[in-house]
């Protein structure tokens, strides 16, 4: 939830900073992986070059927020961006068996289950 939390927050105050716009949202949940997609007509951004670091930045070295993809790609098996046709497409995998078998204490301290 913290990842969606994440990618809504960022649409909203960056990709649609100046104008407001639509968010489109689909959910696929299968046995093996819950797929998350957000959609936007907002201003694009790179992707490979924003927050990309597996490890956690310097609090001191941030702006307001700035961990806003760090928590994303953490929280997730995989995330893409793509930009398509004017549109922001951000797909976000959460792999189920990763957390399979771990137990609800485990779980709870673990940011991927």
Not at 34 to 57: H, K, M, N, S, W
Request: glycine share 8%.
């Amino acid at each position: 939830m913290s990842a969606y939390n994440e990618a809504f927050n960022n649409i909203v105050e960056h990709s649609y900073a100046v104008t407001p716009g639509d968010v489109e949202v689909a959910l696929l949940v299968n046995d093996a992986e819950v797929i998350l997609r957000l959609v936007d007509q907002g201003a694009g951004f790179d992707f490979e070059d924003a927050g990309a670091t597996d490890t956690v930045p310097p609090l001191d070295s941030l702006s307001e927020g700035g961990m806003g993809l760090f928590i994303i790609r953490n929280a997730m098996s995989s995330v893409t961006y793509e930009r398509r046709q004017d549109k922001n497409l951000l797909t976000m995998t959460k792999t189920l068996s990763e957390c399979a078998g771990v137990s609800s204490a485990t779980a709870h301290g673990n940011p991927r289950c």
